[in-house]
Nanobody
Framework: QVQLVESGGGLVQAGGSLRLSCAAS????????MGWFRQGPGKDREFVAA????????YYADSVKGRFTISRDNAKNMVYLQMNSLEPDDTAVYYC??????????????????WGQGTQVTVSS
């Protein structure tokens, strides 16, 4: 069992930055791949970024590539999402999730076993 708690969301102007954090409980955290998803107003939940259990492989949605960076610290049971050059279209609730899988399948929300409650990110123009 893994419990996930996101933090770091807030209101930021376009062009600004935020760093989201996801704190995980459970001794098996390092065996899970981790991902970030988001759901904007009136939109479906979409993939943002994912990272393998070791941190050696990362995956990004085209819409955030070059602006967002996912990282993890297995010693601290933490996953991070550094978001730079934020745009109004980045406004969404951001969710952290844990998966038993690896590779490209991490882009699909159905392949995740555990989810956090989400943190709101609002980007003003």
């Amino acid at each position: 069992q893994v419990q996930l708690v996101e933090s770091g969301g807030g209101l930021v102007q376009a062009g600004g930055s935020l760093r989201l954090s996801c704190a995980a409980s459970g001794r098996t955290f390092s065996s899970y791949s981790m991902g970030w998803f988001r759901q904007g107003p009136g939109k479906d939940r979409e993939f943002v970024a994912a990272i393998s259990w070791s941190g050696g492989s990362t995956y990004y949605a085209d819409s955030v590539k070059g602006r967002f960076t996912i990282s993890r610290d297995n010693a601290k049971n933490m996953v991070y999402l550094q978001m730079n050059s934020l745009e109004p279209d980045d406004t969404a609730v951001y969710y952290c999730a844990a998966s038993r899988f690896w590779g490209g399948v991490l882009r699909m929300s159905g392949n995740y076993d555990y989810w956090g409650q989400g943190t709101q990110v609002t980007v003003s123009s």
